[in-house]
């Protein structure tokens, strides 16, 4: 598969074929023969470039050549007693993962990317990641897949630890290609594909603040609590709370898509921060805490209307502020379900599993990561929330039916107190209005069946602030993730399999 001795040479259809590809067709081949162009196809593989991480790929035997599968990856843990677990998950779960799609993995190649501490060597870093990289051939070798190649990535240059022949590779490793300059780099741009940086640089666009601004920002939060939280525990003023919320939202998605384009990812942020007011954030994020009012803001998800919608969930993330850090699972959420409806699988992923961070019982979080990492299509969750739309805009003209947010939040399925949303993320999501009309029907207490009202939904008491008074500066009692007053999502006991936090494709 793999040729040690042989320098990198041109590229042309042969043995290993990327299937971050596929989407393109057949015409973007890359041949991989050595090393190096392994160590080369990292990035494009993941679309982004690991730090400290354990990364697996599958390989599948088709007409004789092997061609990429699922991407599965880890951090590596700091201390060598978890290794041993950490590569049994990391196995297990990508064969696992596999298996369920029909289509086991022949062989593997393993990567470990880790910078030296202060003081250390590249090559002392592989040297003491060598029984991690044991550890991993050892756990693929028991579910009877082989590890073709394994090598460490560390201070621009690479080593193999599958290299049979006896002085063929420097002791000091081999020096990376430049980024952008290897034959993979410039398939990968023909094909339309591009490298993001590092997790770290994707993570930090939906991290709280940490500068001055916070403290304003957690007193407008304070603020917004002692206003809204009283409304919106008070179901006679619920909806008109949920009603302003949404209008609010309406007016700064206009203000964002009016502002004038900027180049960066940095200075994008920063216009929008400034587009949006601290007491504009701190009602739309205490308004977002109420399950319906987030659930038609999820309606936002295509288009045009994605792209403004995904800069707000961004900048509503970052506003989550000291106490508040568990308020950013909703629009955590929400940034991860519009990267995955408009095909950014890397940031729907990182969004997600940062939601799950902030309130790890999220439902709606949890669904949407499994089905993301599972690799479901969105469509059918797309379909759902456009029929709910349209239903709901065909009441409204008409005059029929009661205007209420619960009328366009995710329908339900019927079952009682634990009633999960539909956007359980199932290949049976129902695929028309029809479909969508007769899950929205909801119980009612005497069995009789008829549309939710407000007050039915149970899980989407939104987290206070403590009945405290506001405080610049204060603490905020942490309240447990079974307190009534914690903002939570119906049937959080459901076991998801999927959850375990390995990313990738499998």
């Not at 770290?200 to 403290?215: D, F, G, H, V, Y």
């Not at 002692?226 to 006679?236: H, N, S, Y």
């Not at 940031?347 to 479901?376: I, K, P, T, V």
């Not at 939710?452 to 009945?467: D, H, N």
Request: aromatic content about 4%.
């Amino acid at each position: 598969m793999t040729n040690h001795s042989e320098t990198t040479g041109s590229s042309e259809n042969g043995d290993i074929e990327p299937t971050a590809y596929d989407r393109h067709g057949a015409d973007h081949q890359v041949t991989l023969r050595t090393p190096a162009e392994l160590a080369d196809a990292l990035p494009y593989l993941l679309g982004y470039r690991p730090e400290d991480s354990i990364v697996l790929v599958a390989l599948h035997d088709r007409d004789g050549r092997g061609r990429f599968g699922g991407r599965a990856r880890l951090g590596i843990p700091a201390g060598p007693d978890d290794w041993a677990s950490v590569a049994r998950q990391l196995a297990h779960g990508l064969v696992t993962g596999s298996e369920r799609r029909g289509n086991r993995p022949e062989q593997m190649i393993a990567y470990v990317c880790q910078e030296p501490a202060p003081g250390e060597t590249g090559r002392q870093v592989m040297e003491r990641l060598r029984p991690l990289v044991q550890k991993l051939r050892t756990e693929c070798g028991r579910l009877d897949v082989t590890v073709i190649e394994a090598l460490c990535i560390s201070d621009g240059r690479f080593w193999s630890y599958c290299c049979p022949i006896e002085g063929c590779c420097p002791v000091d490793g081999s020096s990376m290609s430049l980024p952008g300059t290897s034959v993979l780099a410039a398939a990968a741009t023909y094909a339309g594909l591009q490298v993001r940086g590092t997790l770290r640089e994707l993570r930090s666009r939906l991290l709280p603040w940490e500068t001055a601004a916070a403290l304003e920002q957690e007193t407008a939060l304070d603020a917004a609590g002692m206003a809204l939280v009283p409304r919106i525990l008070d179901e006679a003023h619920r909806v008109d709370v949920a009603r302003e919320t949404l209008d609010l939202a309406q007016l700064i998605l206009r203000r964002f898509a009016e502002a004038l384009p900027v180049s960066g990812a940095l200075h994008s942020d920063l216009r929008d921060d400034a587009l949006l007011a601290h007491d504009e954030a701190a009602t739309l994020i205490l308004g977002l805490q109420d399950r319906t009012t987030r659930d038609r803001a999820a309606e936002w998800m295509e288009g045009d209307e994605a792209l403004a919608a995904l800069r707000l969930w961004r900048a509503l993330a970052r506003r989550c502020v000291g106490p508040y850090g568990e308020h950013a699972a909703a629009p955590l959420t929400l940034a991860g379900w519009v990267a995955w409806s408009t095909g950014d699988d890397l940031e729907a992923r990182e969004a997600l599993a940062m939601a799950l961070g902030a309130d790890s019982d999220y439902l709606f979080a949890r669904l949407l990561h499994q089905a993301c990492n599972e690799g479901l299509d969105p469509e059918s969750i797309r379909r759902c929330l456009r029929a709910e739309r349209q239903d709901r805009t065909g009441e409204e003209a008409s005059g029929a039916g009661d205007s209420g947010v619960a009328e366009g939040s995710v329908p339900q399925v019927p079952g009682g107190p634990g009633d999960v949303p539909a956007l359980s993320v199932s290949p049976a999501s129902p695929t028309s209005p029809t479909a969508s009309r007769r899950r929205r029907r909801a119980r009612t207490a005497d069995g009789a069946e008829g549309r939710p009202r407000a007050a039915e939904s149970v899980g989407s008491r939104p987290r206070t602030p403590a009945q405290r008074t506001a405080r610049p500066g204060g603490t905020r009692a942490h309240t447990s993730g079974k307190s009534g007053s914690r903002r939570r999502d119906t049937c959080s006991e459901l076991p998801l399999p999927g959850s375990d936090g390995i990313e990738g494709d499998g």
